[in-house]
């Protein structure tokens, strides 16, 4: 089994509590935002807080996996810290044995905002390291941030 981690920084434009309200909204934005990835995001159990666990299913663009299930970690309002792990499907028990996730976002002086993604795994024994699918991963995920911070620039009065 190997331990590993990478994290992601990305700055914006847009306040860091727009993007915040965004993320605790992602499980009704992201199938809007990203349809060509996210077919549905559907709450199995709870309402969205710390507990919850929800199913995101993903387009035949994802090669990988069909969905995974992320049940919610933490959510500390006031450092706008977001915190979730895979419980079920994408890659656990093929290639990792966990998988958990960090997003924080920080403002900046002036306006915008920093966000910062975390990820922590363990993959399964005999498992390689591939830091070519570590790159795609981050690669993705800046490119999904993205396509969110594009929509609030072009909708200034959502999550306000």
Not at 80 to 87: K, N
Not at 138 to 158: C, D, H, R, W
Request: charged share 20%.
């Amino acid at each position: 089994m190997v331990a590993g981690s990478f994290s992601i920084e990305v700055e914006s434009t847009v306040d860091a509590k727009r993007l915040w309200k965004a993320t605790l909204d992602s499980h009704n934005l992201l199938p809007k935002q990203a349809p060509g990835l996210i077919t549905g995001i559907t709450l199995l159990q709870g309402d969205g807080g710390v507990g919850t666990i929800r199913q995101v299913n993903f387009t035949a663009a994802n090669k990988d996996f069909s969905y995974v299930k992320e049940k919610v970690d933490l959510i500390d309002e006031a450092n706008m810290v977001y915190c979730f792990s895979h419980v079920e499907g994408g890659a656990l028990g093929k290639k990792v044995a966990s998988v958990s996730f960090k997003v924080k976002f920080t403002p900046k002086a002036g306006g915008g905002s920093i966000s910062t993604y975390s990820c922590n795994y363990d993959s399964l024994p005999g498992v390689p390291h591939d830091e070519a699918k570590v790159e795609e991963i981050k690669a993705n995920s800046t490119g999904l941030f993205k396509q969110v911070e594009q929509y609030l620039i072009a909708n200034p009065t959502l999550y306000c």
